[in-house]
C-alpha cells in the first residue's frame, strides 16, 4: 500500500466510510470538468513542457490516473494532469471530447472538505507527489505499444521536426526515470546488462584503448606486469587498427 493509499484510508475511518452532502452532481467515477475547483496553492509549481507532454500522451491513452478531490469538487491531487486535460482542451478539441465524452472526468472523490482540513489534503497532495503508481515492465510495454501505434518513435538523442520521441512521452505517462524504462523495456535485466547492449563496439574499443594508453604510463612493479608491458604496444596497435577499420 502506497503512502497515499495509506492517508486515503485514513481519511476514509475518520469520516466513518459515510458520504457526506455534497454540492455537485458525481456520475459513477467521474465530474464534469467545469465542476473540478483548481487549487490556490500546489507545492509542486506547474511545469509547461511536461504539461504539454501530459496532453499528448492523455490524447493516446486516457488519463490513466484520475485526479483525486475532496467532497466539494476541490483538487487535491493531479495538478499536472488537470492542466494537461485544459490544455488537450484548448489544442485538440476532437481528441478531448474522444476521451472524456460530454467533458466528464475520471474522479477519486475523498469525503471530506478541504477547507475544514487544510492539513489532510496537503498530505494527500504531497504523497501523491512523492509516489506514484508504480507499473509493472508488462504494463510500460503495453504502454509503449500503443504509444508507438499513435505514431511515437525510438530515437537517440533529440528528435526530427516532427516526430514524436517515445522514450520522454513514456516517462511522463509512468512516472518513471529513462533509465528504469529501459530496464522495463528490456526483459527486466538488470540495468547493467540493458547498458551493455546499448553500448557499442567502438565505444568499448575506446574506452579500453585509453585505459591500456593510460596504464602504458606506469612503471610496471612485477614480473607480470614487465611482462605485459613488453606485449601491450602491439596490442594497441591491434586495437587503433580496428578502430580505423
Request: hydrophobic share 35%.
Amino acid at each position: 500500500m502506497t503512502n497515499l493509499d495509506k492517508i486515503i484510508a485514513a481519511a476514509q475511518a475518520k469520516q466513518g466510510r459515510q458520504e457526506q452532502q455534497t454540492s455537485f452532481k458525481v456520475q459513477g467515477s467521474t465530474l464534469p470538468l467545469a465542476q473540478i475547483q483548481t487549487r490556490q496553492q500546489d507545492t509542486r509549481p506547474l511545469n509547461s513542457k511536461h504539461v504539454e507532454s501530459l496532453a499528448e500522451s492523455i490524447a493516446v491513452l486516457g488519463l490513466i490516473e484520475p485526479l483525486v478531490i475532496d467532497n466539494q469538487g476541490r483538487l487535491l491531487a493531479g495538478g499536472h494532469r488537470l492542466a494537461a486535460i485544459n490544455h488537450l482542451k484548448e489544442t485538440q478539441w476532437g481528441k478531448y471530447q474522444e476521451k472524456f465524452p460530454d467533458e466528464f472526468i475520471p474522479v477519486r472523490r475523498l469525503f471530506f472538505n478541504a477547507n475544514e482540513d487544510p492539513e489532510l489534503a496537503l498530505q494527500i497532495e504531497v504523497a501523491e507527489n512523492e509516489q506514484r503508481r508504480d507499473y509493472t515492465p508488462t504494463e510500460v510495454k503495453a504502454i509503449a505499444d500503443r504509444l508507438r501505434e499513435s505514431g511515437y518513435v525510438d530515437v537517440k538523442g533529440r528528435p526530427k521536426k516532427g516526430q514524436k520521441a517515445l522514450m520522454p512521452a513514456l516517462a511522463v505517462v509512468v512516472g518513471k526515470h529513462l533509465r528504469t524504462i529501459q530496464r522495463y523495456l528490456g526483459d527486466g535485466e538488470p540495468q547493467e546488462k540493458v547498458a551493455e547492449k546499448s553500448t557499442t563496439r567502438v565505444v568499448l574499443l575506446k574506452q579500453a584503448l585509453s585505459r591500456l594508453n593510460k596504464w602504458q604510463q606506469k612503471n610496471p612493479q612485477t614480473s607480470a606486469e614487465k611482462e605485459l608491458a613488453k606485449k601491450l604496444p602491439e596490442l594497441i596497435k591491434l586495437m587503433e587498427q580496428a578502430l580505423d577499420d
